[in-house]
């Protein structure tokens, strides 16, 4: 399969670069107690969980197939567990949810996006790219706005 420039773009922007990790064995866990985290260690759990995350889709290599896509959206969707398992300070909890739920909506976007690249749709792809963009940046501006800057980079 041959995929135009705008699906590289694409995969560029939202795939390798989405706030949706794989886990980090107990790291990722110990955050769950029932008290919010310092801002500090929150800020520094949510940006390790999203390096582990940007490492491992790094790994898919840049061949944009099914299979990979698969992959992504799995560890897209690990990843958003993960984030969502830490308890941020009080001030962070509504943009923190925000983020999170931007980051659960633009993954069925990017699918759908990727599905119609392959069927060689190409308005609803365009459609769909400049929505789930749209959606990412979103997700930039909100994680960014609470000192997650590697997941912003996402």
Known sequence: MCLGPNWRTFVA?????????????????????????????????????????????????????????????????????????LRPPAIYAVRYRRMLSVSRAV?????EAFEADRAGETARFELLYEKATRMADERTRLANSIGLRTCGKQ
């Open 13 to 85: 922007a939202v795939f390798s670069a989405s706030v949706l990790c794989l886990p980090l064995g107990g790291s990722a866990l110990a955050a769950t107690s029932g008290t919010s985290l310092s801002r500090i260690e929150f800020q520094r759990k949510a940006n390790a969980i999203c390096a582990t995350y940007t490492r491992r889709i790094a790994a898919l290599g840049p061949t944009v197939t099914q299979a990979a896509v698969n992959r992504w959206a799995t560890a897209t969707k690990a990843q958003t567990s993960a984030l969502a398992a």
């Open 107 to 111: 993954l069925p976007v990017a699918v």
